[in-house]
């Protein structure tokens, strides 16, 4: 694990293939990193599905409504469509990068969209600059973000095992 210098600001995934560190930009991007934490600690993101796994591009997760096998009503062809039951957030546009290991903040067309669901990205995408909130970074652990299992939806797609606050743990 890295040295973490703001644990109620920092979350971290565990993957299947180890844990995955990330630094929520709290300075940058207030509203999603607050809300990332809201999830987190009310383990809304437990066992939730990477339901977009694009290579050379990203892996989207964070569809708390449609994409946890053991939620109600689950059913995996809706994956990918939902948010949580808070209201959506306003973009915070910046003008960091989406650089390789940077989370974004998923949408719909509307900038004004985003809620539960994000993507880390695998390599520098920045055709994204401007259009999509950034929000926090990879600071360790992005080899396991790398063998996340590809596919729109992956036939067997690899989860968030546990999502939490390094406060918390």
Known sequence: MPDIKDPENTIIITLKDGPVVIELLKDVAPKHAERMKVLARAGKYDNVAFHRV????????????????????????????????????????????????????????????????????????????????VYGRVISGMEHVDRIVRGEPPASPDRMISVKVAADV
């Not at 689950?74 to 949580?84: D, L």
């Not at 960091?96 to 067309?109: I, K, N, Y």
């Open 54 to 133: 694009i290579e050379g591009f990203m892996a989207q997760t964070g569809d708390v409504e449609h994409a946890n096998m053991e939620a109600p009503g689950y059913n995996p062809r809706r994956s990918g469509t939902g948010g949580s039951d808070l209201p959506d957030l306003p973009a915070e546009f910046s003008k960091l990068p989406h650089d390789r290991g940077t989370l974004g903040a998923a949408r719909s067309q509307n900038p004004n969209s985003a809620n539960s669901q994000f993507f880390i990205n695998f390599k520098d995408n920045h055709f994204l600059n401007g259009q999509y909130t």
